[in-house]
């Protein structure tokens, strides 16, 4: 099975129920860590956000086996949010550990 680096765009005020509506659905490693976003065309901006152009947002990633992307989705989908939540998936060819 093929494994997928999975990764979720979440506003600040929404990672802890993103984050945790993820871990009851799998036991995959999150990588969460804080991005700045600028710019001027934010469909899913608060109207904060929009007047000053920049985004702060979460990222959370985690690799999980294809088959698991469409349930984690959903899960994020129906967890009680207060903004959108951008995601995408691709595929991971390979990856290791070098000690």
Same mark, same amino acid.
């Given at each position: 099975?093929?494994?997928?680096?999975?990764?979720?765009?979440?506003?600040?005020?929404?990672?802890? /129920? %993103?984050?945790?509506?993820?871990?009851?659905?799998? $036991?995959?490693?999150?990588?969460?860590?804080?991005? *700045?976003?600028? !710019?001027? #065309?934010?469909?899913?901006?608060?109207?904060? $956000?929009?007047? %000053?152009?920049?985004?702060?947002?979460?990222?959370?990633?985690?690799? /999980?086996? *294809? #088959?698991? %992307?469409? !349930?984690?989705? $959903?899960? /994020?989908?129906?967890?009680?949010?207060?903004?959108?939540?951008r995601w995408h998936a691709v595929s991971v060819l390979?990856?290791?550990? /070098?000690?």
């Open positions: 099975m093929t494994e997928m680096l999975l990764t979720f765009h979440c506003a600040l005020c929404d990672c802890d /129920v %993103v984050a945790e509506t993820i871990r009851t659905r799998t $036991e995959a490693p999150l990588y969460i860590c804080q991005k *700045t976003v600028r !710019g001027k #065309d934010f469909d899913d901006a608060s109207t904060a $956000e929009r007047v %000053v152009g920049l985004l702060r947002r979460n990222t959370i990633e985690l690799i /999980v086996e *294809t #088959d698991a %992307v469409t !349930g984690l989705v $959903e899960a /994020v989908t129906q967890a009680k949010r207060d903004l959108p939540v390979m990856r290791g550990r /070098v000690a």
